[in-house]
T-cell receptor, first 112, second 110 residues
Framework: DSGVTQTPKHLITATGQRVTLRCSPRSGDLSVYWYQQSLDQGLQFLIQYYNGEERAKGNILERFSAQQFPDLHSELNLSSLELGDSALYFC???????????FGPGTRLLVL | GNSVTQMEGPVTLSEEAFLTINCTYTATGYPSLFWYVQYPGEGLQLLLKATKADDKGSNKGFEATYRKETTSFHLEKGSVQVSDSAVYFCPYTGRRALTFGSGTRLQVQP
């Protein structure tokens, strides 16, 4: 158990819908990262927050957004969902900005 | 650009065989290097890491040495078990976050 929690574990929704994925980092970790894992793209970095502020952006679509709240939990919002958004979404956390990351169990999203 | 190259899988071994999974990276500077393991249906678990040249990371019988001259971080284990069957990733700390390769699937047969 890494100490990073993600909810929900599974999510099934329809195209065009909007969903929110939630992540609670390890106690004391200030940095949260979001990754997408799909069969065709592999593991891709989406976005990073550090102590409430956006720090780095990766291959995140404009339809996706995220935020980190004062209690340091983070949410990833996915809107106007398409079939190709079906993937595993992982959250990771680390104490500071760039160092060892600890991953949550992931949220499996299926868009029908 | 920056990238990680891992050996193609699946790697299929018999129990108690010696394991090597090759990993090389292309990056500026001297990034920290990691091995993560993903068991079926689970998230990624940190297996080991190295933060500077010639560092050796080790955990659960797995080892990897940070070779600056060959920009490699190959994973080794002397005797694999069926329970080691998983996908192994060797990302490094890029400028923004971890940069992952495609992963190597290991299948260990009894």
């Amino acid at each position: 158990d890494s100490g990073v929690t993600q909810t929900p574990k599974h999510l099934i929704t329809a195209t065009g819908q909007r969903v929110t994925l939630r992540c609670s980092p390890r106690s004391g970790d200030l940095s949260v990262y979001w990754y997408q894992q799909s069969l065709d793209q592999g593991l891709q970095f989406l976005i990073q927050y550090y102590n409430g502020e956006e720090r780095a952006k990766g291959n995140i679509l404009e339809r996706f957004s995220a935020q980190q709240f004062p209690d340091l939990h983070s949410e990833l919002n996915l809107s106007s969902l398409e079939l190709g958004d079906s993937a595993l979404y992982f959250c990771a956390s680390s104490p500071l900005a760039i160092e060892t990351q600890y991953f949550g169990p992931g949220t499996r999203l299926l868009v029908l | 650009g920056n990238s990680v190259t891992q050996m193609e899988g699946p790697v299929t071994l018999s129990e108690e065989a010696f394991l090597t999974i090759n990993c090389t990276y292309t990056a500026t500077g001297y990034p920290s290097l990691f091995w993560y393991v993903q068991y079926p249906g689970e998230g990624l678990q940190l297996l080991l890491k190295a933060t500077k040249a010639d560092d050796k990371g080790s955990n659960k019988g797995f080892e990897a040495t940070y070779r600056k001259e060959t920009t490699s971080f190959h994973l080794e284990k002397g005797s694999v078990q069926v329970s080691d069957s998983a996908v192994y990733f060797c990302p490094y700390t890029g400028r923004r976050a971890l940069t992952f390769g495609s992963g190597t699937r290991l299948q260990v047969q009894p």
